[in-house]
């Protein structure tokens, strides 16, 4: 089957810390890889998003490499600002994408928490 | 990237009553919306799958007849939670993909509150 597995939050950093937040997956086929944040309150943005093997996909400084070899896409940012304190969910499409109706497969989330 | 709106953006009603929610893609055409149900310090769920013109899939578990999904065209789908009661208080977020089929673009969810 089709599964995301996240580090278990929440992390805690200081401001301007190095951050990695882990993500492992299982899929059938060749999956595209994400990466999802969530403010308070709000619904989830696309951060970041990789199509195939070692591809890096980056945004606001965050960065995620797809690594076939060892079934990981993790999360990681040098240094993390106060505004960075969120959510942050990893998820996979299924391919053919078509066959699984484009679906997202969600892990659990990280609750990260910056300290000023 | 592409905006998807969602009204209302929080809900009060009473046990019993329906409730609608909106879902527009407002930059692009969403050929398939996505509908999730998320529980507070929880990941989402999918509830249902909803192509433009047909009806929609249900996941395992997912009652049709208490959420009827309508995706009546290719900017608009609407969620109804039909005589609400207080479990189905959560928060409710859709997404939805436009033709290309790449990303699935997320409102900003409706939080309902059944008292």
């Known amino acids: 089957g089709n599964s995301v597995t996240q580090m278990e939050g929440p992390v805690t950093l200081s401001e301007e810390a190095f951050l990695t937040i882990n993500c492992t997956y299982t899929?059938?086929?060749?999956?595209?890889l994400f990466w999802y944040v969530q403010y308070p309150g709000e619904g989830l943005q696309l951060l970041l998003k990789?199509?195939?093997?070692?591809d890096k996909g980056s945004n606001k400084g965050f960065e995620a490499t797809y690594r076939k070899e060892t079934t990981s896409f993790h999360l990681e940012k040098g240094s993390v600002q106060v505004s960075d304190s969120a959510v942050y969910f990893c998820?996979?499409?299924?391919?053919?994408?078509?066959?699984?109706?484009?679906?997202?497969?969600f892990g659990a989330g990280t609750i990260l928490r910056v300290k000023s | 990237g592409a905006v998807v709106s969602q009204h209302p953006s929080w809900v009060i009603c009473k046990s019993g009553t329906s409730v609608k929610i909106e879902c527009r893609s407002l930059?692009?055409?969403?050929?398939?919306m996505f509908w999730y149900r998320q529980f507070p310090k929880q990941s989402l769920m999918l509830m249902a799958t909803s192509n433009e013109g047909s009806k929609a899939t249900y996941e395992q578990g997912v009652e049709k007849d208490k959420f009827l999904i309508n995706h009546a065209s290719l900017t608009l789908s609407t969620l109804t939670v039909t005589s609400a009661h207080p479990e189905d208080s959560s928060f409710y977020i859709c997404?939805?993909?436009?033709?290309?089929?790449?990303?699935?673009?997320f409102g900003p969810g409706t939080r309902l509150l059944v008292l």
């Open positions: 997404s939805g993909i436009g033709f290309r089929r790449e990303t699935q673009y």
């Open positions: 930059d692009f055409q969403a050929t398939t």
């Open positions: 990789a199509t195939k093997a070692d």
């Open positions: 998820a996979l499409t299924p391919l053919p994408s078509m066959e699984y109706g484009n679906k997202l497969v």
């Open positions: 899929a059938t086929g060749y999956p595209s």
